[in-house]
Nanobody, 123 residues
Framework: VQLQASGGGLVQPGGSLRLSCAAS????????MGWFRQAPGKEREFVAT????????YYADSVKGRFTIARDNAKSTLYLEMNSLKPEDTGVYYC?????????????????WGQGTQVTVSS
């Protein structure tokens, strides 16, 4: 199983980025997916999650209204559209997969992790 996250970078406050997570080696449409982030010196925290068919979506309060999670099961790819970025959004962003298609809010319940992509929001 491989989850390849990409799309991170350096962006100014108020800017936008779109992260992608390409999955291989698993039946993507059977897995719930999520995005997490980790800032230096902090624990990994939940950002957003989506069930296998996209019928249920949850966001952390800190990103609600600014971030959008989506998935394309035909392409085995998860996305995170990030708008109105703030310096506190800085961190390494990870995608995660969970069997049985459910949501992932507690990182300890994820079965697979991607390698992470760095997002830096700074002027």
């Amino acid at each position: 199983v491989q989850l390849q996250a990409s799309g991170g970078g350096l962006v100014q406050p108020g800017g936008s980025l779109r992260l992608s997570c390409a999955a291989s080696g698993l039946a993507f449409s059977n897995y719930g997916m999520g995005w997490f982030r980790q800032a230096p010196g902090k624990e990994r925290e939940f950002v957003a999650t989506i069930t296998r068919a996209g019928g249920t979506i949850y966001y952390a309060d800190s990103v609600k209204g600014r971030f959008t999670i989506a998935r394309d099961n035909a392409k085995s790819t998860l996305y995170l559209e990030m708008n109105s970025l703030k310096p506190e959004d800085t961190g390494v962003y990870y995608c995660a997969a969970k069997t049985l298609g459910g949501i992932i809010i507690n990182p300890s319940t994820a079965d697979y992790w991607g390698q992470g992509t760095q997002v830096t929001v700074s002027s």
